[in-house]
């Protein structure tokens, strides 16, 4: 008998205080589609590709922990373009999004936020450098996209066979320090 294998991540499920508040998060900030909900029973279904996945996020009520409560490492979403993350950043300042960080992960250029229950959240697009991970370069999204991409690509060439890692940043998250607030 063959060997099973999983194909791919297919979604995630998040418990939350406020469904209709983080669908309106997820579907008019984020630009998620509700696929399906059932509201009787306080469950939403979303999905960027509703042709291709029915859902990709699964929002369902009763979270029965507080808010400051590390239960989601992260829900990522990828981006097609880099002009994508970029638009996320402007969509994201002008709507109040609490920004946990901006890093390129040499293969990746990501925006770490926070939706508004807490759960940290990634929109990112895959570069197409090579690099070891852990990588994070810390960058900022309001310097013009071919001064980050060269600089992103210095650090990818520099650093891409060993990892770059900002200590000082991981030892603020693995302390347990809420960029949060």
Known sequence: MATPSVARLGHVGL??????????????????????????????????????????????????????????QQVSF???????????????REHGVRFDRMVSHGNAVSIYFYDPEGNRCEVYWNTGFKAKQPFGQKIDLATAKDELMAEVEEYAVKYGETGYVNREAVKQHNLGVDSRK
Do not use: W
């Open 15 to 72: 418990h939350v205080h406020d469904l209709e508040k983080e669908k309106a998060f997820f579907r008019d900030i984020v630009g998620l589609q509700v696929t399906d909900e059932a509201p009787e029973i306080g469950i939403v279904f979303m999905s960027a590709q509703p042709d291709e996945e029915h859902h990709e996020l699964l929002l369902c009520a009763g979270r029965n922990v507080d808010e400051n409560a590390r239960v989601v």
């Open 78 to 92: 990828r981006c097609n373009s880099l002009d994508d993350v970029y638009g996320y950043y402007h969509r994201f």
